[in-house]
Each structure stands twice: as structure tokens, then as C-alpha cells.
């Protein structure tokens, strides 16, 4: 199956820093989303981008398919974004993986 | 809102007992999802159901049963619960074409086994 890599594992930021989470796969894809996943476990959809680069405020995401990885920038960095950053993939039809996450915190 | 609802948000078993978690969407997705998260691991896929009367296997799905009662709602069973099975359980939907190819997540379900 798709082998799915998130670096780094954990990150400190301080407050107002800017960061940069990758995503590197195995097989070529037929989606990739991010998602952050806040303190209380909630979820959240951040991007849908199999490829091309999307902006949503301070977050931006860049999927380069050819090369198989993905970015994810944070910028200026609040508390609020602390958590774990998930990219998960579908290769096959319904083949969906998850990439370990990227655990951020952002102290004041 | 619309969104995923998942019940119960939290529920202690004790072994060999069973229960069953519901999840309901309201957002007319063909495909629904069953994962568990476990610390360090990410989130594994257990059962899903690509559309209305079909369900399949995922990565985890022993100790597992599920139904796809109609488009809405996919639930999953526990028949006799074990330690191990002891985790944070997610509900997920997706739809079809852009711009709702995402997934949406449930809440989750606390799940403890003594």
C-alpha cells in the first residue's frame, strides 16, 4: 500500500514563527488532504489539494504530485494552531491513508 | 449544522460487553468511514462503505461489525469487547466531486475497556 511520511514528528514554535510541515508519499494519489486535529480531538478540514497550491489565511498548502510530497506552510503561528497536522491520501478507490501526524505546539 | 454526528462522545465497557456507535451525515455522502486513532499511530481505517448496501474491510477490522442502515447512517459494532479495543473511534463522510471530495469527521467516541 501507500506509505505515507509526515516530518518533522513534533515541533515547537514560538509565537508569531513562521513553519513548514511535509508530507512525502510513496505512490501517485488521487487526493491528498490536510487536517488538523486541535487539543480536544476535534478534526478539522484544512485543505483538499491533490495538487496545485491553496491559501486559507495564515495556512497555505503545496502539493507537487510528480514529485510526491506536500507542504504545508504555517504562518505567524498562534496558540490556537497548536495540535497535530495529518495529511491522508487515497490511491486506489477508497484506499485512504494516514500519515502519522506532525505534532505542533506554539507557545507564548 | 451540517456536519457528522457521532454517539456515544464517550462510553466505558467492560470486557466481552457489546455496544454499538452510531454515526449519521446529513450532507447526502455516498461514502462513509469507520477509523480509530490510538496514540502514535494516526488514524486506521476499520470499515467503510462506499455506497448504500455495500460495506468492506479496512486496514483493523477484526472485533468489528458494521451496517450501512440506509445513506445516512453507518454504524459500528462491538460484539465483545476487549482491551485492545480500547481507543478514540472517528466517524468520517465523503462526497463525490469538487469541491466536497474531503473528508468531514465526527467528533469521535471516547471508548475505554476495563
Known amino acids: 500500500g501507500i506509505q505515507v511520511e509526515q516530518s518533522p514528528p513534533d515541533l515547537i514554535l514560538q509565537e508569531g514563527a513562521n513553519s513548514t510541515l511535509r508530507c512525502n508519499f510513496s505512490d501517485s494519489v488521487n487526493n491528498l488532504q490536510w487536517f488538523h486535529q486541535n487539543p480536544w480531538g476535534q478534526l478539522i478540514n484544512l485543505f483538499y489539494i491533490p495538487s496545485g497550491t491553496k491559501q486559507n489565511g495564515r495556512l497555505s498548502a503545496t502539493t507537487v504530485a510528480t514529485e510526491r510530497y506536500s507542504l504545508l506552510y504555517i504562518s505567524s503561528s498562534q496558540t490556537t494552531d497548536s495540535g497535530v497536522y495529518f495529511c491522508?491520501?487515497?490511491?486506489?478507490?477508497?484506499?485512504?491513508?494516514f500519515g502519522i501526524g506532525t505534532k505542533l505546539q506554539v507557545i507564548p | 449544522n451540517a456536519g457528522v454526528t457521532q454517539t456515544p462522545k464517550f462510553q466505558v465497557l467492560k470486557t466481552g460487553q457489546s455496544m454499538t456507535l452510531q454515526c449519521a451525515q446529513d450532507m447526502n455522502h455516498n461514502s462513509m468511514y469507520w477509523y480509530r486513532q490510538d496514540p502514535g499511530m494516526g488514524l486506521r481505517l476499520i470499515y467503510y462503505?462506499?455506497?448504500?448496501?455495500?460495506?468492506d474491510k479496512g486496514e483493523v477490522p477484526n472485533g468489528y461489525n458494521v451496517s450501512r442502515l440506509n445513506k445516512r447512517e453507518f454504524s459500528l459494532r462491538l460484539e465483545s469487547a476487549a482491551p485492545s479495543q480500547t481507543s478514540v473511534y472517528f466517524c468520517?463522510?465523503?462526497?463525490?466531486?469538487?469541491?466536497?471530495?474531503?473528508?468531514?469527521f465526527g467528533s469521535g467516541t471516547r471508548l475505554t475497556v476495563v
Open positions: 491522508a491520501l487515497t490511491g486506489g478507490y477508497q484506499k485512504v491513508t
Open positions: 468520517a463522510s465523503r462526497g463525490t466531486g469538487t469541491p466536497n471530495y474531503g473528508y468531514t
Open positions: 462503505s462506499a455506497s448504500e448496501g455495500t460495506t
